[in-house]
């Protein structure tokens, strides 16, 4: 019988996803808040819903007989997907609950507390009075519910909260900023995958950032990751507490950690419990030949536990984006990809850039060879 997959968002980083349904021969349909996302042409039906709406996911999930409802890549969707499989007995990883303390940056924190190993300091605000009671400086001012780096700026003083937080506050839906103590070390992504309350797979790469802009908005991601014997380890026993805490027990996961530059001690930014947007899965495929998206989809529908053995070693890799300044029109001549391994367009030359972030917009992506002393 052929499997009915709701994806809900057909952004970028739901067509890894959609492929991969369709290529298995699945019937996928799609649901999102505009009808412009580039993954539209794919699927094989459509309905224009907003993907946190759980009352008209459901309903669509419903209608067309749905097997699973899931996503890739985005914070928003998961509450969503795991309220709609709760209501109508469909297969998933995570409660509804978690996926909840997940997607909120401020219930995260407070669900970890404040004796939890690797939680920073922080501070809600809802009002700009509220926010000048922060004094961790330098610190992140973020929306509490928002994705992709929106509204994310760095503070050094009253002065700078003064001047950022309007706007920080109007990328969230519920008008709640959060100010974090800002970490100043090394950033890394985790991936790590759970059957049955054990992390069968984990890998840690190293984040490279545009450290011009702030916010850390993403510009490549590096294998292998360039921490210590020691620091890895303190991240790994980071991740395996979070997801243990979380009851991530089965299923994909997603970390950002930074480290202490002087100690190595690692502080969680955030996590989710999903893949990441990042098609990090594309990258861990090529080094280690495991592949997380299959993995995810084939046990979720049919709950077959995979074996990870990935390739004891690997050459240095990067998944780096082409990335422009939204609202310039674009030109895929202007960018090198002759190292390429593997290229993906989101624009085609001509195209106006989408402000998502406001700084600078990911257009594209490569995975490609890391050179000998290349990143030195």
């Not at 946190?52 to 509450?79: C, F, K, Q, T, W």
């Not at 978690?98 to 009002?127: M, V």
């Not at 960018?335 to 402000?355: H, I, K, N, Q």
């Amino acid at each position: 019988m052929i499997k009915r997959i709701l994806i809900l968002g057909a952004g970028n980083a739901q067509i890894d996803a959609i492929r991969f349904c369709k290529q298995h021969g699945f019937t996928v349909y799609g649901c999102s808040y505009t009808d412009a996302d580039r993954g539209i042409p794919l699927l094989d039906g459509f309905r224009r819903i907003d993907i946190r709406d759980v009352e008209n996911v459901s309903a669509y999930a419903s209608a067309i007989g749905a097997d699973a409802v899931y996503s890739v890549g985005s914070d928003l969707a998961m509450p969503t997907a795991a309220a709609v499989s709760e209501r109508l007995s469909l297969p998933r990883f995570i409660s509804s609950e978690t996926a909840r303390i997940c997607q909120n940056k401020e219930k995260f924190r407070r669900f970890l507390g404040p004796d939890f190993e690797g939680n920073l300091p922080y501070k809600k605000a809802r009002s700009l009075d509220d926010a000048l009671f922060f004094d961790a400086f330098p610190g992140i001012m973020k929306p509490v519910d928002s994705q992709g780096q929106r509204g994310v700026c760095t503070v050094r003083s009253r002065e700078e909260i003064e001047a950022q937080f309007a706007r920080s506050r109007s990328f969230s839906a519920s008008g709640t900023v959060i100010l974090e103590q800002l970490v100043d070390g090394p950033e890394v992504s985790v991936n790590v995958y759970r059957q049955d309350g054990r992390t069968v797979f984990l890998l840690i790469s190293a984040r490279g950032v545009f450290g011009e802009y702030p916010g850390g908005i993403i510009k490549e991601h590096l294998l292998p990751h360039g921490l210590s014997k020691a620091g890895e380890q303190r991240v790994r026993d980071l991740a395996e507490r979070v997801c243990a805490k979380l009851k991530i027990n089965d299923g994909p996961a997603y970390l950002q950690i930074k480290l202490d530059r002087v100690r190595e001690q690692p502080y969680l930014i955030e996590v989710t419990p999903r893949l990441d947007g990042c098609h990090l899965w594309r990258l861990i495929r090529h080094c280690c030949g495991v592949d997380l998206l299959e993995t995810s989809f084939l046990h979720l529908l049919d709950g077959a536990c995979s074996s990870f053995q990935p390739r004891p070693a690997f050459d240095a890799y990067r998944l780096r984006f082409l990335c422009e300044q939204p609202g310039r029109v674009f030109d895929r001549a202007r960018y090198d990809v002759s190292g390429a391994e593997y290229l993906e367009w989101y624009y085609e030359t001509g195209d106006t850039v989408r402000p998502l972030n406001g700084f600078m917009e990911k257009c594209g992506y490569v995975i490609e060879p890391v050179h000998p002393g290349e990143n030195e």
